[in-house]
């Protein structure tokens, strides 16, 4: 079984001040997915992460994927009230579509 | 994008009824869906695949007679409840394979 572990599991932080979520995981994972979910609704594809080492950016949030595709972080600089909310690494199994989530990190960005 | 519509988005049924939620693709076609179960403050948990014309799969621990999946076609899938009882209240997302897009959940509550 393919587990993932956020950490930290809760995170509360003043607006302005940057902060790194981590996923690991002690499998191998040929892509992975972060996900940002609101209160009452579905998460929400953030970005896609497939080469080992990779790095995207997507405004103020960074993504890396591990030179071993078994551990991915996210940074976001300058955090805004607007980005509270429940962030989600998933990884799909191999050989098939099915999405194995983290354990999940509670943001959230006092004004 | 992907689209996937997933209704009702809330419901609260009596101990002992059955409660139906259905999940929809709007804009391409679904051969797989996945459904999830999420408690709160909790990340997702997968419950089961569902493929179109055919038998649902479900993952270890999940009763399969309790929650009937159908997917008869290639834009719907439908997951019902049987025999809910308070302890099956929780929130289920529905998501479909295709760029990974998740509907917007079903908050159940069983009085």
């Known amino acids: 079984t393919q587990l993932l572990e956020q950490s930290p599991q809760f995170l509360s932080i003043q607006e302005g001040e940057n902060l790194t979520v981590y996923c690991n995981s002690s499998?191998?994972?040929?892509?992975l997915q972060w996900y940002r979910q609101e209160p009452g609704e579905g998460p929400v594809l953030l970005v896609t992460?497939?080469?080992?080492?990779e790095v995207k950016k997507l405004k103020r949030l960074t993504f890396q994927f591990g030179d071993a595709r078994k551990d991915s972080s996210l940074h976001i600089t300058a955090a805004q009230p607007g980005d509270t909310g429940l962030y989600l690494c998933?990884?799909?199994?191999?050989?098939?579509?099915?999405?194995?989530f983290g354990t999940g990190t509670r943001l959230t960005i006092i004004p | 994008g992907a689209v996937v519509s997933q209704h009702p988005s809330w419901v609260i049924c009596k101990s002992g009824t059955s409660v139906k939620i259905e999940c929809r693709s709007l804009d391409f076609q679904a051969t797989t869906m996945f459904w999830y179960r999420q408690f709160p403050k909790q990340s997702l948990m997968l419950m089961a695949t569902?493929?179109?014309?055919?038998?649902?799969?479900?993952e270890q621990g999940v009763e399969k007679d309790k929650f009937l999946i159908n997917h008869a076609s290639l834009t719907l899938s439908t997951l019902t409840v049987t025999s809910a009882h308070p302890e099956d209240s929780s929130f289920y997302i529905c998501s479909a394979s295709y760029g990974y897009t998740f509907g917007s959940g079903t908050r159940l509550t069983v009085v």
């Open positions: 998933a990884g799909p199994s191999f050989g098939n579509e099915k999405l194995t």
């Open positions: 992460v497939v080469t080992g080492g």
């Open positions: 499998s191998v994972f040929s892509s």
């Open positions: 569902s493929n179109e014309g055919s038998k649902a799969t479900y």
